[in-house]
């Protein structure tokens, strides 16, 4: 196969993956997924190999099999510093942070939340930033550690007023709104959210494609609706998801003094940093 059918190839079984993976059918999305890393792997493109580990720890982790997302999220990020992407690190560390969370060990979670934290204020990644000060307030709630939880929940909201994240700014006062220990941190309105512009057709409607790249380009349509939401997708809409995870696996199990004591049925709202790669969308 031709290095840019070997590609593109690579590509759709990425948007397959990323398809199966939303509509919850996982064996189907890890085959998809294993045969675009396959084929990168076989073409030797380090950063789309890393891009491939970190989607299937996308899928792990929605599984619930946690395990199985670190190891492929650290395959990924330990490619990512070799290149020294470091932007594509600190996503790949809040995902991890993230699945750590979400399987109750809280302690590595903060752990890598703050590794996550210090890259972002180093390179000046402020989305990130917040949505991992969104994390640790959270972590550090169920912890019952009233400062950092209050402190990272200060940090993280009034970094999202000034940076005009409109949509984070509002996760942080529903978040103080499950948490009493978070209560009381500011009456700060908030900002006016800024209407999106309205869209025009797709460019790739002006191509002459053939019938692959059609697929492809088609699949991208549908899977950018799904990314649309599900760049902030919180993992509680994840877990409710999943009626097959048992109530203490799918929520955040009390880990150490602390206990979670919002009432039954209320999920955690750790917020991810969904990097899945499917390049040839960028360019």
């Known amino acids: 196969m031709p290095p840019g059918r070997q590609e593109l190839q690579a590509d759709v079984y990425d948007t397959l993956a990323s398809l199966y993976r939303h509509q919850h059918q996982y064996d189907h999305a890890i085959r ?72 109750g060990r809280l302690a590595p979670a903060i752990q890598t939340y703050q590794e996550c934290l210090a890259v972002c204020q180093e390179i000046g990644l402020p989305l990130v930033e917040v949505r991992a000060h969104y994390n640790l307030a959270e972590a550090y709630a169920q912890m019952e550690q009233p400062e950092p939880a209050r402190h990272h929940w200060r940090v993280g909201y009034q970094l999202s007023l000034r940076a005009g994240f409109d949509d984070e700014a ?20 908030l900002p006016t959210p800024r209407q999106p ?8 409607q002006l191509l002459e494609l053939d019938e692959v790249e059609r697929c492809a380009l088609a699949l991208e349509q549908e899977l950018a609706a799904w990314l649309k939401a599900d760049v902030r997708l919180l993992p509680e809409v994840l877990l409710s998801a999943r009626p097959a995870l048992s109530a203490p696996r799918s929520g955040l199990a009390p880990a150490g003094p602390g206990s979670d004591s919002r ?4 999920w955690p709202t750790t917020q991810v940093v969904w990097v899945w790669q499917a390049d040839w969308i960028q360019g």
């Open 32 to 103: 998809h997924a294993q045969q675009a890393l396959a084929l990168r792997e076989e073409m030797g493109d380090l950063l789309r190999v890393a891009n491939s580990f970190n989607n299937l720890g996308l899928i792990y982790n929605d599984m619930g099999d946690f395990d199985h997302a670190i190891a492929a999220y650290q395959e990924a990020m330990a490619t990512y510093q070799k290149l020294e992407n470091r932007g594509l690190t600190a996503g790949t560390l809040l995902n991890i942070g993230m699945a750590y969370h979400l399987d």
């Open 170 to 189: 509002e996760d942080f006062l529903a978040l103080q709104q499950q948490w009493p220990i978070l209560q009381g941190q500011t009456d700060e309105p």
């Open 197 to 204: 512009s309205p869209a025009g057709p797709p460019d790739w």
């Open 263 to 266: 009432p039954a049925g209320v």
